[in-house]
């Protein structure tokens, strides 16, 4: 989800939990968090607030309310929390939050994860649990040595109380702990004072990463467990009219063919059997309304409909007749299209329905979303259906999914099952299944004075919104712009005195979702390589350009200077290598890149080097923050270089990675990271790092060969050398 | 019935034989570290060693083990010592992780055939393993990290 597109976040942070001590936060325990591991243990692990727990044993369990994907939470939550418990860090473990309000992001009320928004949003609360924690054990102390609380101090886990000598760990203190009433305040460390964020700081899930005993949605298994896969409809929204399940059933290892809300389950021993099953059904369908869809209509459709105005988004001056008067004007068009999220692991859930319960287990970004969804299909009040979010063999926005469509599915299967079931996407399904990024069209006219500085700029841009018919529309959507389709080009930073955004929001079958970066997935790309357009039409260095429009903006220059002077920008590069530039402002975090890049003969790009900057506030894990930007890139270069999703006939016409291919490791380009050392506030670190890669690419392209490339995943046939060059 | 060995014991499996060796491994054996990630030996997350070659085993029929050794992500060590684990742990490799039990399994027959692999060896052979979240470059870093410490545990 885009956070930066929910009107007022940046308020909210500023004002609430970034205002120290400001914020209200809920500590008490909610009933199925306290004390899980207890029995299995033998250790007695006690609760102190609804985020950690102290083990007898001295162990300490974090408790996360969001979800781990790759980007890092399972380590930075902890490391937050443990600023201020003070513990040894090999202690620590971490868990899963179970689905509770208490647990509720604190800036969306829900328990969600995206936005890349933990870090910023958790800032406060998880550095206050530790303090609270620590509170207590120190009062526990100083209550048993019947001394002052003040005259305590702790170090690695032990109260001490210096001038009698006395000591106690706090697994020894827990339980007395517990019988106190927290404070009602607590005094956070001040930035200077922190010994554990800010360092680089190994990760708590790798171990598990390494020997395979880190459990994925995919991986759990219960008694008694069915395996079950879906035959879903070829085009979107069509149904089915009849199926013959006489073959499947004679498959081994089936147990029941039925049909379900979203298609025809084949429910097995196992999964192989149900695929087989599945492979031998027969299903008549009625394609509904999207069987003549295509992407080629749809594209365009698109370009025409931006040859006129939309609802507007920015209008600052007048730029219609800032055209008109303007030495110079350039104009383009440029497209992106659906992209799959194509997340490692596919799409699964296990579901064990109960009469009056439904247990659930899955890698979920949307545990408040998905329990609401579940319930209403169980016919269950929510508070009886409860979440166990397993790590998530990557997200990408695809686990927020607003109609919760993996998981209502699993607990219609679950229904017709009659037992615990799981039901397993393919990569084909999870490819085929939508809920793409949307596929975009944006139409550029700039105007140029004699200087050659950009005097006027209009963008209309052109694609479905995201969150319309969603439960944050409401909120999302002002004025007939969803914030999400403009992120990234109605507040662009550099300073154009007449600027004009619009937006025109098609509506088609194809279902459509966030995408890692969500709407600066496509303006990050139009906007800069367009800027690199009118750069190079009023005989500027791209570079130059972009410094003199941000002369008001010092973070964005500060990284924008800082990737151009790592990458020795205006050096001498060898033949055939260009080099583009491109920065990008997004979930408030600034981020600029350098790319060198060359083309072969036959058209062929290959990527040498990628320089990025990043500025995203205080870093908690400097070793995380350059992790998400290297993946950010690798990313965003996949999405340059590699994929696209068509329809045609309503039919998606990619099914696996042969032809939804990803970058791999021989594509991939050497990357150095530089973070920009920032006391403001924490900001996103998980998507900012994929949207000027793209445009930093195409802009070195250009550098070396003259063309410029305006539509999304580069094609060779754009580039081989008899192509010519398009500028 | 199938026999063969799963990280040096002996099993005996009652499954159809044309069943993908992943399946087998994942849901007759409890042996769920070897991961599903396409189904047409496209990703590498399924990565095993046949009888010490890496192998696809979401393509691979089970009666292809009839007799052989098995090797799985949970018998590289039992305690996270072999160099590669403690090379991925120093570099912190994983982010999501789901796709990083195939990057060991390819990189351990690398490393075996060739000790000391430059950045294009490695390019090379880690080419058919996919990894979404892009941990490409501390994949190869880590691999170099391992060959160094297996050279440096290795009696001269």
Known sequence: MSASAVVGRREFLKTGAAAGGGLLVSWYLPVSGAGASAAETGVNQVALNAFVRIGTD??????????????????????????????????????????????????????MTGGSTTSPAEWERYRKMGALARTMLVAAAAQKWNVDAASCSVEKGVVLHRATGKRATYGSLANAAAQLTPPPEVKLKDAKSFTLIGKPTRRLDTPSKTN?????????????????????????????????????????????????ESGVAVIAERFWPAKLGRDKLVVEWDLGPNAEISTEQMLRDFAEQAKSLGAIAKKTGDAESALKTAAKTITAEYDVPYLAHAMMEPLNCVVDLRADSCEIWTGTQFETVDRANAAQVAGLPPEKVQIHTTLLGGGFGRRANPASDFVREAVHVAKVAKAPVKVVWTREDDLK??????MWHDRFAAGLDANGDPVAWTHTIVGQSITQGTLFEGFMIKNGVDGTSVEGAADILYSIPNLQVDLHSPKNGVP????????????????????????????????????????????????????AQKANWGSKLPPGVGRGIAGHFSFDSYVAQ???????????????????AVDCGTVINPDTVKAQMEGGIIFGLTAALKTEITLKNGRVEQSNFHDY???????????????????????????????????????????????????????ISDLAENAGAKS | M???????????????????????????????????????????????????????????????????????????????????????????????????????????????????????????????????????????????????????????
């Open chain 1, 433 to 438: 299944g939508g809920w793409y990024r949307p």
């Open chain 1, 594 to 612: 350098v790319v060198e890049a060359s083309v072969a003969k036959d058209g062929d790009v290959r990527v040498h080097r990628v320089v990025c």
């Open chain 1, 512 to 563: 459509v979702q966030w995408w890692r970066s969500v709407g600066h997935s496509h303006t990050g790309f139009s906007v800069e390589a367009f800027l690199d357009e009118v750069a190079h039409a009023g005989g500027k260095d791209p570079y130059e350009l972009r410094r003199k429009l941000l002369a008001n903006q010092p973070r964005m220059l500060g990284v924008l200077e800082l990737a």
């Open chain 1, 58 to 111: 001295d162990s300490v369990t974090v408790i996360s309310s969001h979800s781990e994907m790759g980007q890092g939470v399972y380590t930075s939550l902890p490391m937050l929390l443990n600023e201020e418990l003070e513990v040894e860090w090999s202690r620590i473990r971490v868990e899963a939050a179970p689905v509770d309000k208490v647990y509720n992001h604190p800036v969306f009320g829900m328990q």
């Open chain 1, 212 to 260: 395979g005993s880190a459990q994925f949605g995919l991986d759990v298994s219960l008694p008694g467990m069915l395996t079950a896969v879906v035959a879903r409809p070829p085009v979107f929204g069509g149904k089915v009219v009849k199926f013959d399940a006489s073959e499947a059933l004679k498959v081994p290892g089936v147990k029941a063919v039925e049909q379900v």
């Open chain 2, 2 to 156: 199938t026999n063969f060995y799963v990280n040096g014991k002996a099993v005996e499996v009652n499954v159809d034989p044309s069943t993908p060796l992943l399946w087998v491994l994942r849901e007759s054996l409890g042996l769920t570290g070897t991961k599903f990630g396409c189904g047409m030996a496209l990703c590498g997350a399924c990565t095993v060693h046949l009888d010490g070659k890496a192998i696809r085993s979401c393509v691979a029929p089970l009666s292809r083990a009839e007799g052989k050794h098995v090797t799985t992500i949970e018998g590289l060590s039992n305690d996270l010592s072999h160099p590669l684990q403690k090379a991925w742990i120093e570099v912190d490799v994983p982010q999501c992780g789901y796709c990083q039990s195939g990057q060991i399994m390819s990189a351990a027959v690398l490393l075996k055939e060739n000790p000391k692999p430059t950045d294009r060896d490695i390019d090379e052979a880690m080419g058919g393993n996919i990894c979404r979240c892009g941990t490409y470059s501390r994949i190869r870093r880590a691999i170099h990290r391992a060959a160094e410490l297996s050279t440096a545990g290795r009696p001269r």
């Open chain 1, 661 to 715: 291919p990803m970058l791999r490791i021989f594509e991939s380009p050497k990357i150095e990271v530089y973070i920009v050392p920032s006391e403001a506030n924490p900001t996103g670190v998980g998507e900012p790092g994929v949207p000027p890669v793209a445009p930093a690419l195409t802009n070195a392209i250009f550098a070396a060969t003259g063309k410029r490339i305006r539509r999304l995943p580069i094609r």
